[in-house]
C-alpha cells in the first residue's frame, strides 16, 4: 500500500528513510541477533545508541556543554509538574499563558508552589504574542514559562533574541523543536515532547542548563529529580528505548537534510503555500496574527463550516489525512512538521484550490 501524507499534530509523519531503516533493523540490529526491543539498556549496544542519539541532537542544536540532555518519559505534560517541583526552589515562577499548552502548564504548576499568569491572550482568542515590553514581569521569579509554538491554535514565537534576560527561561517546544537553528543558551530549560518533531510517542526531551539542577523541592518522586536523571544519563531506570532509538535515527536523518538551516528553508517554503491559499480569498480562514503564524501547524477554518465534512472526506481520497482540526477550534489543522515533504505540502495546498474553485 502506497503511504498517505499524514497532517496530524502528534503522534506525527516520520520521515520515510527512518521507517524503512527501523524496519531493516528491526530483527537484528547491527548483526548482534536481536531487535533495539530486547537489548538491556545496560549493554553496550544499546549506551551506543543512546550516546551517538544525544551527541547528533547535541551537534544539530549546538547544545553548550554546561547543559544536560535528559530523554524523559511521561511525556511533556509530565514536565509541567516536574519543572516546579525541580525549579521553583521555594521561589515563584512567571508564566505566559498564549494558548491551551501554556494554560494547562500554568494550571499545573500552582499545585507545586506559587505562580504567577502574567498575561493571558486567551480573550483574544489566543491568536497573537504579548509584547514582552507590555509584561510587568518578577526580576527574582525562579523561572519564567513560555509555549514558544502552541500546537492546536498554530501561534509560534520566532524573535529569540528579544526574549527577555535575567531569568531561567523554560519552554515548551514539542511541537517546533528541531524546525530551525535556535539559541540555547537564551534558556534555562527547554522540553519537548516526542511525537512531533523527534520521534515515536514514549520519550520526553529535556535540555537544562546545569545550575538550574539540584534545587528539587522536598517529597519529588526520585524518578522526577532532574539531577539525579542527569547523574544517571537518563537511566535511573529503563529508559523508553526503542522511542530513543527512532529518535537517534531521526536525528542522523536531520543532519544528513543538512542540518536545522537546511530545515528551516524547507519549513518556510513548506508554510508559504499553505498561508498563501488561505490568504488569497477569504474562502479559508486563519485568525492568527500574521508575525506569529506557526510554520509548523496551519489551522484554518472553512468560510462555509457545513462544507467541512466533504472537504476532509474528499482530502481522503486525495491521500491526505487527520486533517481535522482541534476540538476546541473547528476547522482544520495542517501539521507539517519536518517529515511531511514539500510535495505533500503541494498536494493539499493544491487541492484546497481545487476545493475553493468548486464549492467557493
Ligand atoms: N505541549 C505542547 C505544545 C503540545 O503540543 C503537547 C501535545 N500535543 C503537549 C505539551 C503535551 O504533550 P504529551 O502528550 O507528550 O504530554
Known sequence: M????????????????VLEQASDELMNWHGCGMSVMEMSHRGKEFTSILEAAESDLRALLGIPANYKVLFLQGGATMQFAQIPMNLLAGGSADYVVTGDWSKKACKEAQHYGRVRQVVSTEADGFTSFPAWADLDLNPDASYLHLCTNETIRGVEVFDFDSLPTGVPLVADMSSHILSRPIDVSRFGLIYAGAQKNIGPAGVCLVIVREDLLGKEAAGTPTLLGYAIQAENHSMLNTPPTFAIYMAGLVFKWLHRQGGLEAMEKVNIQKAALLYDVIART??????????????????FTLRDPSLDETFIGLARQHGLLQIKGHKSVGGMRASIYNAMPLEGVQALADFMNDFEQKHG
Do not use: D, K, T
Open 282 to 299: 477569504g474562502f479559508y480562514h486563519n485568525p492568527v496574527q500574521p508575525a506569529f503564524r506557526s510554520r509548523m501547524n496551519v489551522p
Open 2 to 17: 502506497e503511504r498517505i501524507y499524514n497532517f496530524s499534530a502528534g503522534p506525527a509523519v516520520l520521515p520515510r528513510e
